[in-house]
Structures are given as structure tokens and as C-alpha cells.
């Protein structure tokens, strides 16, 4: 079945440090791809999404580029804050029985230090 | 407009006993969804509901887990008898229809840890 693959946490930056978290994934067809973020005690937020190849995404700073040639949808922000502390969950879906649910990978805790 | 909302926000059991999580999706959305996160892991789907209906219970790990939705409204996921492996985060989501283009919402979840 489908499957996502991010880099393995935790992940520690200074504030106002570049950021990349990588994520690849394996999937039949041509999935949407997610980012969400959990930051603490709160519930799953979608942060962005790309729905085909070469789109990008964007949100608070944050972006990612659906790249089909290497599987890949890495998360980049150029400069962190401290606010940007949470777990990040890269996600596809995939379709099942004519509805969308959603291939997770393992989640990375990110920490930023002021 | 209300989110999802879950609960207990904490539960704490001893293996052997018995757990109700309960889900309250966002009022009008037909289409509910459980996912949990087990031992820092991947989030995984366990079911999904049409109204009071269970479309896709692939995800169940096995017969241990009874989710119900009566009335199509809120859902409670039983764990009976409840093994150390169950403890985890579980999540419940709901949209109104069955695609992203209508949205997806997550509640904070259910943090179930069994000792």
C-alpha cells in the first residue's frame, strides 16, 4: 500500500534558522500530499497541500513542492520562530471505496530555542 | 462554528479494563473518521463513518475496538478488553463530504495510555 517516509525527529533550531524536513512518499497513483502540524494540546491543523506534480504549497512561511521525479515533498521555512514549535505530520491521501482518507508518516517534533 | 471535540482529553487504565472515547464532529458533517497514533508513530485510519453508517473499517486492528455512531451524530470507540499496545493518541476527524475539497477537521484527541 501507499506510504510516507519523513526524517526523524526530534529537530532542534535557533531561532531564525532555515528549516527543511523531509518527506518521500510511495503511492500507485497520483495522491494529494499534505503537511499538518499538532502544536501542543491542540488538535491536527492542515498547514498546506499540493494536489499534482510541481504544485506548491504555502502557509505561514512554510512551503512544500510536490515533486513526482523524486517522490518528494519536503517542508522549508527560511526563518523559524519560536512559535513554529510543534510536531509536523506529512501526509497523502489516497482513495479508498470512493472516499479520501489519509496515509500519515511518523510525525517530527520540532523545537525551537529563542 | 464548534470544532470537533473529543473526549477525555487523558485517560489512564489498567490493562484488562474497558475505555469509551467519544467524538463530536462538526454539526452537519456526515462523514466521520478515526485515526490513532500508537507509540510515537505514524498516524493510522481506523474507520470511517456516513452518517450512522461504517464505510471502511480496514484500519480496526481487530475485535477488541467497537466504534458505533448512533443516530449519525456522535461517535464513541470502545477498547475491551484494553492491552498495554492500545495506548496512543487517537484522533477523530470529520467533513461534510467525502473528498478534501470539503475540508477535513481534526479534533485535539484522546490521549489513551493503558498500564
Known amino acids: 500500500g501507499d506510504s510516507v517516509t519523513q526524517m526523524e525527529g526530534p529537530v532542534t533550531l535557533s531561532e531564525e534558522a532555515f528549516l527543511t524536513i523531509n518527506c518521500t512518499y510511495t503511492a500507485t497513483g497520483y495522491p494529494s500530499l499534505f503537511w499538518y502540524v499538532q502544536y501542543p494540546g491542540e488538535g491536527l491543523q492542515l498547514l498546506l497541500k499540493a494536489t499534482k506534480a510541481d504544485d506548491k504549497g504555502s502557509n505561514k512561511g512554510f512551503e512544500a513542492t510536490y515533486r513526482k521525479e523524486t517522490t518528494s515533498f519536503h517542508l522549508e521555512k527560511g526563518s523559524v520562530q519560536v512559535s513554529d514549535s510543534a510536531v509536523y505530520f506529512c501526509a497523502l491521501s489516497e482513495i479508498i471505496q470512493g472516499a479520501q482518507k489519509l496515509v500519515f508518516g511518523q510525525g517530527t517534533r520540532l523545537t525551537i530555542n529563542p | 462554528e464548534a470544532g470537533v471535540t473529543q473526549f477525555p482529553s487523558h485517560s489512564v487504565i489498567e490493562k484488562g479494563q474497558t475505555v469509551t472515547l467519544r467524538c463530536d464532529p462538526i454539526?452537519?458533517?456526515?462523514?466521520l473518521y478515526w485515526y490513532r497514533r500508537v507509540m510515537g508513530k505514524e498516524i493510522k485510519f481506523l474507520l470511517h463513518?456516513?452518517?450512522?453508517?461504517?464505510?471502511?473499517e480496514s484500519g480496526m486492528p481487530n475485535n477488541r475496538f467497537l466504534a458505533e455512531r448512533t443516530g449519525g451524530t456522535y461517535s464513541t470507540l470502545k477498547v475491551q478488553p484494553a492491552e498495554l499496545e492500545d495506548s496512543g493518541v487517537y484522533f477523530c476527524?470529520?467533513?461534510?463530504?467525502?473528498?478534501?475539497?470539503?475540508?477535513?477537521?481534526f479534533g485535539s484527541g484522546t490521549r489513551l495510555t493503558v498500564v
Open positions: 454539526s452537519g458533517h456526515d462523514n
Open positions: 463513518f456516513v452518517k450512522e453508517s461504517k464505510q471502511d
Open positions: 476527524a470529520s467533513s461534510h463530504g467525502q473528498g478534501f475539497a470539503y475540508g477535513y477537521t
